[in-house]
């Protein structure tokens, strides 16, 4: 028997304004309206709710037309797929129309519009984004997902293969939400379909494959999903390389030890990454923007410079030079390699730096090269340059009036060369 759903009446992501707006133009037409999927499990769950998607038996233009009487705007965002963005003050909903599938063929659907509830249900990925809700908070739970919900457990919809066969990205979709929402190992029937149809994962697009990848890495259970997946021969097929699970544990320990938001660019790093030509094989095969691609090259950097053992006058050059994100991210990946503790109080004062060391700036500029008489050009960054390497040699203990004295004498220097 199954468990009886709560109520979301109270919910305010429910209750709120614009939501109910965007109901009530539906019912102002006779449509009837549910919220559908993660917004619904997320509610559920105790999660916060952010995008909210409903599900209606009205045709694309029914509810074009019938918001647009009720002054909100509709953005045609999907109607191949029956989609309608709708804004409701500012803020947006996907409006879709009940669906099945006609064709599927590994990344997307041929779909026709239907009437019916379970239909639409049915042809979801999975029993906990298969729940919907009412304007009023009456719940619909057609396929039991509340009990999956209950369990912590991610269970596909019917046929496990099927449904990763009409769409190759729910391999990784399923080990996401399992590192998100899950307990215990993942179901076993999904992982055995994951493994038999994981060649289907080369079809699917970088883009997405990348946007699943890293919300996986940065789950709360991401790293221990991702040492399931490499003891199936899963994680290999994604990242086309040979990953470090216990290193990304270690820095998934250090993280929360110092009580950081995970960051999924830097875990990749972290699990993939030992030279750069690691990171810029992940940058061409994930699309990676330049800067998530630097986050990469900086993981590849040599270990130990300016770890707690190091020197400290090193760590602040290093600090000096690239700025605090990229010196915190370049500690953190050397604290995990060092295999030290995340509870490390060397290393916890090193990483502290960043926050108590004012960085200081050059208090000499091209201008005061060129008042020594160097005309513009070359010269004069090169000039500034040595003067800038011999403070941070002095561990920028200099002051401005031994800068300027050295920088005549390298000025005096250069021309006798």
Known sequence: MRTPLPRLAGADWLQRPQTQRVFAALAAR???????GGAVRNALLGHPVDDIDIATPALPDDVIAAVSAADLEAIPTGLAHGTVTVLSDGMPFEV???RRDVATHGRHATV????DWIAD????DFTINALYCAADGETFDPLGGYDDILARRVRFIGSAAER???DYLRILRFFRLTATFGEGAPDADALVACVRERAGLAILSAERVRQELLRLLAAARGPGIVSVMLDYGLITEVVGAAPRPTLLTRLADIEAALGLDPS????????????PEDAERLRDRLRLSNEEAGVLLRAAGRTGEIGAGAPEHLARAYLYAHGQAAYRERLMLDWARSGDAAASSA???????????PVPKLPVTGSDVMALGVPAGPRVGELL???EDWWIARDFKEDETSLRARLEELVSGSRTE
């Open 30 to 36: 006779g449509f009837a309206a549910r919220v559908v």
């Open 96 to 98: 879709t129309t009940l």
């Open 347 to 357: 290393w916890r004062q090193r990483f502290a730096l960043a926050a108590t060391w």
């Open 164 to 166: 990763i066969r009409e």
């Open 385 to 387: 340059r040595a003067l």
């Open 264 to 275: 999924a660019m830097l875990r990749l790093g972290a699990l993939i990454v030992e030279v």
């Open 112 to 115: 026709a519009f239907t009437d």
């Open 121 to 124: 249900a049915s042809r979801r």
